[in-house]
């Protein structure tokens, strides 16, 4: 008899999810099998569905879900870092025809896993990988962020904005962060300035915090309107980096500053195959950081299942949720 999972299966753009029984997958050569605990929801995942996403191909019918964490089940013989019983996470699928993690098992690249922070729950550690990871490959790999730099994350209480802000903490920059009157106290809570971007202008605030000296490093999280505020807000010879800087900007704010810009690709790896065990690799500091203490993901409170799939979906596109969506696979 052929082992079956049972998964959420997407037919047509903006279709209902199916949950329905299918064959369980085997590990390929440099894969795992993972038991799959939880799946963290990103409003990539709604995009995705929706199918308006062409950055991010994924034909359907397909299994959504970026993120998971969950325990190994079985290893390909040629795999070494991992074995039965270990507790994972990662960005493993749901984007270029690769399984997602809405389903009760996955066969992924063993080099896109790291072990799960051991004081985290599952579901905590499923909303993690998506976020960190484009976090870190801008604060580290593009903008090489230095101890008592000025940080301004654009987007703080946001789902990369609170990774950039705490990893930048952990990192000894000094950071402030755009955010809503609302979630300011969260953002101080987390240790940075908060700024309020509807009673203030760039120039307000960069005159107010920053003497109209601008900050040395700025991450974007929304881009649009906001990376072209980014641009504004940056210091002379300083540097900006969007996790979404995919619109039509103008560089002159960069230029007459001698400031400089990069962006942050973060499903390259998944896309192209090349340079997963990079994403590993990150989450293998992060999971250092988040047992120091230094790294801490926000959950909304709900919790959702297979069966309440779209449900956990609604509340990303209706902007009901207080932080990352997780679903629990049974």
Request: net charge neutral; aromatic share 6%.
């Amino acid at each position: 008899m052929i082992p079956t999972m049972k998964a959420a299966i997407v037919e047509t753009q903006n279709g209902p999810f199916r949950i329905t029984d299918i064959a369980r997958p085997q590990p390929a050569a440099g894969q795992v099998l993972v038991r799959i605990q939880a799946s963290g929801v990103n409003p990539l995942d709604t995009k995705i569905r929706a199918g308006a996403a062409a950055h991010a191909r994924h034909p359907l019918p397909a299994i959504l879900g970026l993120d998971l964490a969950g325990v190994v089940e079985a290893v390909d013989p040629g795999v070494t870092t991992f074995r039965p019983g270990d507790e994972v996470y990662g960005m493993t699928g749901g984007v270029g025809g690769l399984q997602g993690s809405l389903a009760q098992y996955a066969a992924v690249d063993a080099d896109l896993l790291a072990l799960k922070p051991a004081n985290l729950t599952m579901r905590e550690a499923a909303a993690l990988p998506l976020v960190a990871i484009t976090a870190w490959e801008g604060l580290m790999d593009r903008a090489k962020v230095r101890p008592r730099q000025t940080l301004l994350v654009q987007g703080g209480a946001g789902g990369v904005g609170h990774m950039a802000v705490q990893i930048g903490r952990a990192l000894g920059a000094k950071v402030y962060a755009t955010a809503s009157a609302e979630d300011a106290g969260y953002v101080r809570g987390l240790g940075a300035t908060p700024i309020d971007y509807a009673a203030e202008t760039v120039a307000d605030y960069v005159g107010r915090l920053t003497g109209g000296k601008g900050f040395e490093l700025v991450y974007d999280t929304n881009g649009g309107a906001v990376l072209d505020a980014s641009f504004q807000a940056v210091a002379r010879f300083g540097h900006v980096v969007s996790a979404l800087g995919w619109g039509s900007h103008a560089l002159a704010p960069l230029s007459f500053k001698g400031a400089t810009y990069s962006g942050v690709f973060t499903l390259a790896p998944l896309l192209t195959g090349v340079d997963r065990a990079h994403h590993g690799e990150i989450l293998a500091q992060v999971t250092t950081l988040v047992e120091a203490g230094k790294l801490l993901p926000r959950l909304d409170p709900r919790t959702y299942t297979l069966d309440s799939v779209a449900e956990a979906h609604t509340a990303i596109t209706d902007r009901s949720a207080k932080g990352k969506i997780v679903v629990s696979i049974a």
